[in-house]
Every structure is written in C-alpha cells, then in structure tokens.
Nanobody, 123 residues
Framework: QVQLQESGGGSVQAGGSLTLTCLGSHAPHCMAWVRQIPGREREAVATIHTSRGPTYLSDDIQGRFTISRDNARNSMWLQMNNLKPEDSAMYFC???????????????????WGQGTQVTVSS
C-alpha cells in the first residue's frame, strides 16, 4: 500500500504562486497531480514518470506549472506560477505503478490517492 500526503495549498491572488508537495511512503513509477473543480470531472493537470518526461494538461498549464519528483525522497512537487482564478480546485496527488502515464489517460486508473489540498485563487 502506498500512502500519499499533499501539502502547500492555500489562498492567493491572481498572478501569485504556490508550490504543492506530495510526500509518499513509496514513489510509484507514475505520479500525477489531479484537480477537482466543483461541478466538473477530475482532470490530470500534470504527470511524471520515473523514466519518461512530464506531460501537462495544456500549453497554458505547461507555461505556468512545473511538475518534478525526487524518487530518493519519495516526493513530488507542482510549482504553480501566474495562478488564475480558474485554477481554483482541490489538488490531489495520485500514483500508480504501471500503465500509461499521461494526462489523457483515465484518472480512475490511479491506484493511490492523497487527501487533497485546496488551492483558491482570487481575482
């Protein structure tokens, strides 16, 4: 069983920055940041694999967010810059050992989830 714990969420004004941290008991091959906006489906914002490059939800996200990981520390981060009100959501750390590791793949395939950390961006 893999346990994941997020931290780093909070409230910021538009244009601000936050860094989310995911600390795990292990570091599965594929790790992702998934967000849940009220009234919408969960969506993977970014993924990162131990041996492949990251993927991002959109060019806009790629231009503002950076996903990274440190396997030795069982940790993953999401650096979020130039935040927008539409980025407001609950952000979850998710992970799985096998299977496709990209934002287009079904988020239900992730085996392990953290409790989530809230990000609120005001205009």
């Amino acid at each position: 069983q893999v346990q994941l714990q997020e931290s780093g969420g909070g409230s910021v004004q538009a244009g601000g920055s936050l860094t989310l941290t995911c600390l795990g008991s292990h570091a599965p091959h594929c790790m992702a940041w998934v967000r849940q906006i009220p009234g919408r489906e969960r969506e993977a914002v970014a993924t990162i694999h131990t041996s492949r490059g990251p993927t991002y939800l959109s060019d806009d996200i790629q231009g503002r967010f950076t996903i990274s990981r440190d396997n030795a520390r069982n940790s993953m981060w999401l650096q979020m810059n130039n935040l927008k009100p539409e980025d407001s959501a609950m952000y979850f750390c998710a992970a799985k050992w096998f299977g496709p590791c990209n934002v287009n793949y079904n988020v239900d395939a992730y085996q392990y989830w953290g409790q989530g950390t809230q990000v609120t961006v005001s205009s």
